[in-house]
C-alpha cells in the first residue's frame, strides 16, 4: 500500500513549526504537500486548491494563534467537504487537527471539534495514534467525553451555541455557503468584484421540519462568523445582526434588529425613531448600515420563517420591509449579506413582493434547496452527539432509522425521541425496549404532549380545554390539513388561552407552563425536563421587555403536522392526533379569525356613518364568539362595537312585530344580510304559485359515439407543475384516458346559486330532515346570484333528489368524463377558449378578474362556452358523482355506488383562489363528501327524457 500523501495547513505566522512538522511527518516516511505560495498566487487558486487536495489521503492542520482564518479557512473548507461528501468511507479524506502551545481551542470552529485534538510542539516526536491513524487513512475522532448534560435539543431549532451538537447536516451546510459571494472559483479573495456572479442574498428552502432554521444557526452562522466565507465574499470580519422573523410588523421587527445590535448601550437605542426612518425612506436600511461600516467587514441579515411576510405581515409594513431589503442589497456601498428560510409550498407567493422578486428573476438571489436528511445524516445526529456525551445508543439506532425513513421531518421528531430517553435513561444507556414501547419517534410525541396537558388539567380545572384553544389559535389552518404555525402577541395569546371569561392571569399561566417556566400553582419546572409546546418569541432580544414586544409561537410545526392518511378512513392522522383532531373539529374558526380581520380592516377604513354599515351582523359575531383578539386591536374594536350594535338590534327586534318581524329575525338568525328579508317574501309568493321558483336552467349537451380524451396528455407541462410544488399530478388529470358517453344528457347552464339553494333549503323547512342552510359566501355577506359554496357532496344529493320530485325529471352529479366532455364544449386546448389563460375568462389566482382570490361572482359573469355552458372554467369547483381514483380506471365514466369504500369525490373545474392551471378542464381535486368547502359548489345534470 502507497503511503499517504498529506496536505499541510498552516498560517505563515507558524512557518517555523510548520517546516519541522513536516520534517517529522517524512521521518514517519509519509510525503508532504506545503503550498510555498504556490496555489495562492495568481486568479485560479480556488481550482489549483482542490486539485492539490484531490490528490491528497490525508489533511493535516497545524492551529496555532491565528486559529482557522482566511487562506487556511479556505483549505479547510475544501477538505471538510472531502470528508463529508463521499458516501463511501473509504474515500474521505480524513483530517487531523495539531494544536500548538499557543493555539486557543475555543476558537476551534465547531465542525473541527469532531476530530481529536492533537498537542505538539516544535522538538517534539510525534504521537503514535495520530502516525498509525496516517498510515491507515482512518479518523481520530474526539472520544473524550466533554459534553456535560442532554446533548438533545427536541423540537427546539438549533442556535449558534448548539454549533458543537449539530450533526447531520454539516455536508448541507458547507453546500449553502459556497453560493454566498463570488460563484467563480478563478478569482482571488482580493480580487473579487461585485457583479452578477456575486451573490448576497441566499435563500434556504424546504419542506416543514426540514431543518432550516437550525442549518443556518447552528451550522452556516458560527462558521462565517470565523470567516470561512472571506475567500468567496473577500470579507473575513462579520457583523451578524440578531436573527429576526418578519412577524405582523415586519419593518418594527427590522427597527428592533438594528438597534440591539448595532448598539451596545441600551440608553443609545431609539427604536422607536428607526421605525420611524425605515418607514419615512426607502434608503434608511443602507444608510444606517453604512454609517457603521468597516474596512474589511460586513453586516449579515438573517430572516427566519420569511412565509410569514405572505401569512402574518401587515400589508403595508411588508411593502416597505420589500422595498429596505431590495435598497440594501443594491447598493454597493452598503455591504449587506441576507440569509432567508422559507418553507417551499409558499414559493409561488414572492409576486407579493414587487422589489425583491425582481432579484429573483435577475438570479440575483440564490436558492439552496434543503433535501430530506439522509439516513447517514440522521446517523450522525444520533450517534455523534451521544459519543460527546459518553452515551450508549447501540440499541436504539437501527429502529429510529427505520421509523424515520420517508418521513421529509424525520430530524424534529429524533432529536425528540432522543431527549426523552435520554430523561429515562439507565446509567448512560438508552433504552430500545422503552423506545418501543412509547410507538416510536411519533409516539414518543404524542404520549408526551398528552401527558402534559394532563398534568395541566389536574392543577388546573379546565386547563386541557384552554391550553388547546391557545393552540388553536397559534394554527393557520389549511383545508388540505397542511397547517403552518400563527405568531400571536402575548396580548392575545392570553386571551385565547383564558377561558370563556378571557382571563389575561389564567392565560399567563397557561402560557408559561406550556412554554418550561413555571408550574401551574407558580412553581419552576424541572430544569430539561418536559416537552414544551410554546416558545415566547422576543425575550432573547430585550433582557426587560414589555408585552407589546413578545409574541407566543408553537415550538415546532411537527405539533400540527400530518403524518399520513388513516388507511381504513382514508382522513389524515397528525403526529399529535389529540391537536389535530381538535383543529379539524374547529376548522371553520380559521376561516372566521380571517374574515374578522378583514371585516375589521374594512371597517376602520371607513367614513363615521360608514362604519355603522360595515359591523359584524348577528350570524357573524355568533361564529366570532370563540374568538379572542387582543385588547385595544382593531378587531377586538370592531367586535366590541359590532356586539353593542347588536344589543341595539336586539332591542329593536322585540320593537317588531307580524311579518316583518319574523323575516328579519330570519336573516339574523342565519346571518343573511338584511336585504335577503325581500327575498324570503319572493320565496313565499313562488311557494304559492305567483312567482316563478328559482329552478336551474338547462342546456342540452351535443351527444357523441365517438371516444375523446379525458384528463391531459401534456407530460412537460404535468412535470413542470410537479416540479413547481402546484399540485401533485394525479390532481390535474395526468396522464389521460378515453372516455365515451353512455346517453344524451342536459347540464345546468350556470353553477347552482345561493337564490336557488335557498330556496329548495326554505321550502323544506319543517321537513323531517330539513336542509340548512349553507355559509355566506367567502369574504363577503353576498348570496342571491353568487356561485353557491359550502355545499357538501350529500348535501348536493338532497338537493338532487328535491328537484326530481319538484320536476319529475331524473338530476344527478355529472361523471368526470360527462363533465369534462361538456366544459371543454368541444374544443381541445388547454382553456376552451385557448392555451393561455388570458384576461378576464375566468375567476381564479390570476385570472385577471375583479373578482380573482377575493370573492365568488355572480354567476354567467364570463363569456359561455361553446356549448353555451357558464363559469366552467375557476369560481367554484364543482363536485362529480364520481369516486376518487388517484388515476383513471374506468371509474370516471360512472357515478359512485352507495356502498362505495371511498368517502371521497372528484370536483373540476378550479376556483376563485385556485392557480390558473385548475382551471384548466382536465385538473381534478378530491373532498371529503360530507365535508363542506368555500370554494366546492354543484352544477346539476338532467337525464335524458328520451324513453
Same mark, same amino acid.
Given at each position: ?77 475544501? &477538505? ?8 463511501? %468511507? ?10 500548538? /502551545?499557543?493555539? %486557543? ?101 424546504? =419542506? ?51 438597534? #440591539? ?26 444608510? $444606517?448600515?453604512? +454609517? ?11 430572516? +427566519? ?53 425582481? *432579484? ?10 434543503? /433535501? ?15 459519543? *460527546? ?21 424525520? *430530524?424534529?421528531?429524533?432529536?425528540? &425521541? ?28 404524542? @404520549? ?9 388539567? $389536574? ?23 397542511? #397547517? ?32 418550561? !417556566? ?20 422576543? @425575550? ?16 415546532? @410545526? ?78 377586538? !374594536? ?31 338568525? #342565519? ?28 342546456? %342540452? ?56 339553494? %335557498? ?14 342552510? /349553507? ?65 378576464? =375568462?375566468? =375567476? ?47 371509474? @370516471? ?14 370536483? $373540476? ?37 328520451? /324513453?
Amino acid at each position: 500500500m502507497a503511503e499517504p500523501h498529506i496536505f499541510l495547513s498552516y498560517s505563515r505566522t507558524n512557518l517555523e513549526a510548520a517546516v519541522a512538522l513536516r520534517t517529522e511527518l517524512e521521518k514517519a516516511g509519509f510525503t508532504v504537500f506545503r503550498d510555498e505560495d504556490s496555489i495562492r498566487a495568481g486568479d485560479s487558486w480556488m481550482e489549483r486548491l482542490q486539485t492539490a487536495l484531490q490528490g491528497c489521503s490525508a489533511f493535516v492542520l497545524l492551529y496555532g494563534r491565528e486559529g482557522v482564518r482566511r487562506w487556511v479557512g479556505a483549505e479547510v473548507q475544501y &477538505a471538510l467537504s472531502r470528508n463529508l461528501s463521499p458516501h463511501d %468511507d473509504a474515500l474521505r479524506l480524513p483530517i487531523f487537527p495539531i494544536l500548538l /502551545p499557543e493555539g %486557543d481551542l475555543t476558537k476551534l470552529p465547531p465542525f473541527l471539534s469532531l476530530f481529536q485534538i492533537q498537542r505538539w510542539q516544535t522538538g517534539e516526536a510525534l504521537p503514535a495514534t495520530l502516525i498509525d491513524a496516517i498510515q491507515r487513512k482512518s479518523e481520530l475522532l474526539d472520544d473524550s467525553n466533554t459534553f456535560d448534560g442532554c446533548p438533545f435539543l427536541g423540537l427546539s431549532a438549533f442556535q449558534p451555541e448548539h454549533a458543537n451538537l449539530f450533526f447531520g447536516r454539516r455536508g448541507e451546510t458547507l453546500d449553502a455557503l459556497k453560493l454566498l459571494g463570488t460563484l467563480r472559483d478563478d478569482v482571488r479573495p482580493d480580487h473579487i468584484r461585485v457583479d452578477k456572479q456575486y451573490c448576497r442574498w441566499l435563500q434556504i428552502e424546504g =419542506n416543514s421540519g426540514s431543518g432550516k432554521s437550525s442549518l443556518v444557526n447552528a451550522g452556516m452562522l458560527p462558521l462565517i462568523q470565523q470567516g470561512i466565507l472571506w475567500a468567496r465574499t473577500g470579507y473575513e470580519h462579520w457583523h451578524i445582526l440578531k436573527p429576526m422573523m418578519p412577524g405582523e410588523k415586519p419593518l418594527q421587527q427590522l427597527a428592533e434588529v438594528l438597534e #440591539h445590535s448595532l448598539l451596545a448601550e441600551q440608553h443609545q437605542r431609539d427604536i422607536g425613531k428607526r421605525y420611524q426612518s425605515l418607514l419615512a425612506d426607502d434608503k434608511a436600511l443602507a444608510l $444606517r448600515l453604512r +454609517d457603521f461600516k468597516q474596512d474589511g467587514k460586513a453586516f449579515l441579515l438573517v430572516v +427566519d420563517q420569511f412565509e410569514e411576510l405572505f401569512t402574518f405581515s401587515d400589508p403595508t409594513e411588508k411593502l416597505a420591509f420589500d422595498r429596505q431589503l431590495y435598497t440594501a442589497l443594491q447598493d454597493k456601498d452598503c455591504p449587506l449579506f441576507v440569509v432567508s428560510t422559507v418553507r417551499i409550498d409558499f414559493l409561488e407567493h414572492f409576486e407579493q413582493l414587487p422589489c425583491l422578486k425582481e *432579484l429573483y428573476r435577475q438570479r440575483l438571489c440564490e436558492r439552496y434547496l434543503l /433535501p430530506t436528511v439522509t439516513q447517514r445524516g440522521l446517523q450522525e445526529a444520533i450517534e455523534q452527539p451521544a459519543r *460527546l456525551a459518553g452515551l450508549d445508543v447501540s440499541a436504539v439506532t437501527t429502529v429510529m432509522l427505520n421509523d424515520a425513513k420517508g418521513e421529509p421531518g424525520a *430530524l424534529p421528531l429524533v432529536e425528540n &425521541a432522543l431527549r426523552v430517553l435520554w430523561e429515562q435513561r439507565e446509567g448512560n444507556r438508552l433504552s430500545g425496549e422503552l423506545y418501543l414501547s412509547k410507538g416510536g419517534i411519533a409516539g414518543l410525541l404524542e @404520549e408526551q404532549a398528552d401527558a402534559l396537558l394532563a398534568l395541566l388539567d $389536574r392543577d388546573l380545572p379546565k386547563g386541557k380545554a384552554d391550553a388547546l384553544e391557545l393552540l388553536l389559535s397559534l394554527t393557520r389552518i389549511n383545508d388540505e390539513g397542511r #397547517h403552518t404555525r400563527r405568531r400571536l402577541p402575548l396580548g392575545e395569546a392570553r386571551l385565547a388561552a383564558g377561558g370563556r371569561k378571557a382571563d389575561p392571569v389564567r392565560g399567563q399561566k397557561i402560557i408559561d407552563y406550556l412554554s418550561g !417556566r413555571l408550574e401551574p400553582d407558580g412553581s419552576n419546572r424541572k430544569a430539561n425536563g418536559s416537552l414544551r409546546l410554546l416558545t415566547v418569541v422576543g @425575550e432573547e432580544r430585550n433582557p426587560s421587555p414589555t408585552d407589546s414586544v413578545l409574541s407566543v409561537d408553537l415550538i415546532h @410545526e411537527t405539533l400540527i403536522r400530518a403524518k399520513g392518511k388513516d388507511e381504513a378512513s382514508g382522513k389524515l392522522v397528525g403526529y399529535w392526533k389529540t391537536l389535530y383532531d381538535y383543529i379539524d373539529k374547529n376548522r371553520e374558526r380559521g376561516f372566521y379569525r380571517d374574515q374578522l380581520a378583514r371585516q375589521a380592516k374594512e371597517w376602520q377604513g371607513k367614513s363615521a356613518w360608514g362604519r355603522w354599515f360595515s359591523l359584524a351582523g348577528w350570524g357573524e359575531l355568533r361564529a366570532y364568539r370563540k374568538l379572542r383578539p387582543e385588547r385595544g386591536s382593531v378587531d377586538e !374594536r370592531f367586535l366590541r362595537r359590532s356586539r353593542r350594535m347588536a344589543w341595539v338590534q336586539g332591542g329593536a327586534l322585540a320593537l317588531l312585530l307580524g311579518f316583518v318581524g319574523e323575516s328579519y329575525l330570519w336573516t339574523l338568525n #342565519h346571518g343573511f344580510p338584511p336585504g335577503y328579508m325581500l327575498e324570503q317574501q319572493k320565496f313565499r309568493l313562488m311557494n304559492w304559485g305567483l312567482l316563478a321558483e328559482p329552478l336551474p336552467e338547462m342546456v %342540452d349537451i351535443p351527444f357523441t359515439t365517438d371516444a375523446f380524451q379525458v384528463g391531459d396528455s401534456d407530460a412537460d407541462w404535468a412535470d413542470a407543475i410537479v416540479k413547481a410544488g402546484i399540485k401533485e399530478s394525479n390532481n390535474i388529470g395526468f396522464p389521460a384516458t378515453q372516455g365515451t358517453l353512455q346517453e344524451p344528457f342536459a347540464l345546468g347552464k350556470y353553477e347552482i346559486t345561493y337564490l336557488q339553494y %335557498d330556496y329548495y333549503v326554505w321550502s323544506q323547512q319543517g321537513a323531517e330532515k330539513s336542509p340548512e342552510y /349553507p355559509g355566506n359566501a367567502p369574504n363577503e355577506n353576498g348570496r342571491g346570484q353568487r356561485a353557491v359554496v359550502n355545499v357538501s357532496w350529500n348535501d348536493a344529493q338532497g338537493y338532487l333528489q328535491w328537484l326530481s320530485t319538484k320536476t319529475g325529471d331524473v338530476y344527478r352529479l355529472p361523471t368526470e368524463v360527462e363533465w369534462e366532455y361538456a366544459a371543454r364544449g368541444g374544443t381541445t386546448t388547454d382553456y376552451w377558449w385557448g392555451d393561455e389563460v388570458g384576461q378576464n =375568462n375566468a =375567476n381564479c389566482l390570476d385570472c385577471g378578474s375583479q373578482w380573482d382570490n377575493k370573492f365568488v361572482a355572480p354567476v354567467g359573469s364570463f363569456k359561455p362556452n361553446p356549448f353555451g355552458l357558464y363559469d366552467t372554467a375557476g369560481n367554484v369547483w364543482e363536485w362529480t358523482c364520481s369516486e376518487w381514483k388517484t388515476d383513471f380506471d374506468g371509474s @370516471e365514466g360512472e357515478c359512485a355506488k352507495p356502498d362505495a369504500a371511498s368517502n371521497r369525490r372528484v370536483s $373540476r373545474g378550479g376556483s376563485w383562489n385556485g392557480h390558473t392551471v385548475f382551471s384548466r378542464p382536465s385538473a381534478r381535486s378530491r373532498y371529503i363528501t360530507d365535508d363542506r368547502y368555500s370554494t366546492v359548489g354543484l352544477r346539476v345534470l338532467r337525464a335524458s327524457r328520451t /324513453p
